[in-house]
T-cell receptor, first 114, second 113 residues
Framework: KQEVTQIPAALSVPEGENLVLNCSFTDSAIYNLQWFRQDPGKGLTSLLLIQSSQREQTSGRLNASLDKSSGRSTLYIAASQPGDSATYLCAVRRALGNTDKLIFGTGTRLQVFP | NAGVTQTPKFQVLKTGQSMTLQCAQDMNHNSMYWYRQDPGMGLRLIYYSASEGTTDKGEVPNGYNVSRLNKREFSLRLESAAPSQTSVYFC????????????FGNGTRLTVT
């Protein structure tokens, strides 16, 4: 059974720091891995999607890496800002019947203080 | 550009009452999903619909039914609500392409007393 774990569960950092969020998964038979952001009371917004054949993806100050063989992904946030405060979730996409599904981690709650 | 729209945003039910959560997407996506989010448990898949006219059970389907009314709309029904169904419910959609990202609605916060 696929399990997805995120460490740490919560993180509080001062503005300007570079930080790394971790995601690990137990089954490497995945199509891709997505990182999402969730603001309080809101839905999930897709940040980055890394295909199983890729090693990393970048968008602005965000960089996500994928090591499928070891079952790990990291989300690197450069020069953090208070506006980055949110919960970050990773999810792996794998086959399910005639379609596919995302299996989510429980998230890392990030607070960036001025 | 609405994306995925869920209604209602909030709902309080008494045990045994029924209700339907509505979801509509305007992105011409084939696949649609219903998730519930509970503290410490992440998002869990309730039901999904790979295409118009098909629905299948996910991880936690007990106590729920769904209808894929057309390509745009995918509703979730609670026939007899229980306190264990207190949760935040999210609808999501995506293209059939495996490397298309999921798009989520803003959720429905349901409390069953």
């Amino acid at each position: 059974k696929q399990e997805v774990t995120q460490i740490p569960a919560a993180l509080s950092v001062p503005e300007g720091e570079n930080l790394v969020l971790n995601c690990s998964f137990t089954d490497s038979a995945i199509y891709n891995l997505q990182w999402f952001r969730q603001d309080p009371g809101k839905g999930l917004t897709s940040l980055l999607l890394i295909q199983s054949s890729q090693r990393e993806q970048t968008s602005g100050r965000l960089n996500a890496s994928l090591d499928k063989s070891s079952g790990r992904s990291t989300l690197y946030i450069a020069a953090s800002q208070p506006g980055d405060s949110a919960t970050y979730l990773c999810a792996v996409r794998r086959a399910l019947g005639n379609t596919d599904k995302l299996i989510f981690g429980t998230g890392t709650r990030l607070q960036v203080f001025p | 550009n609405a994306g995925v729209t869920q209604t209602p945003k909030f709902q309080v039910l008494k045990t045994g009452q029924s209700m339907t959560l509505q979801c509509a997407q305007d992105m011409n996506h084939n696949s649609m999903y219903w998730y519930r989010q509970d503290p410490g448990m992440g998002l869990r898949l309730i039901y999904y619909s790979a295409s118009e006219g098909t629905t299948d059970k996910g991880e936690v389907p007990n106590g729920y039914n769904v209808s894929r009314l057309n390509k745009r709309e995918f509703s979730l029904r609670l026939e007899s609500a229980a306190p264990s169904q207190t949760s935040v419910y999210f609808c999501a959609s995506t293209q059939r392409s495996l490397n298309s990202p999921l798009h989520f609605g803003n959720g429905t916060r349901l409390t069953v007393t």
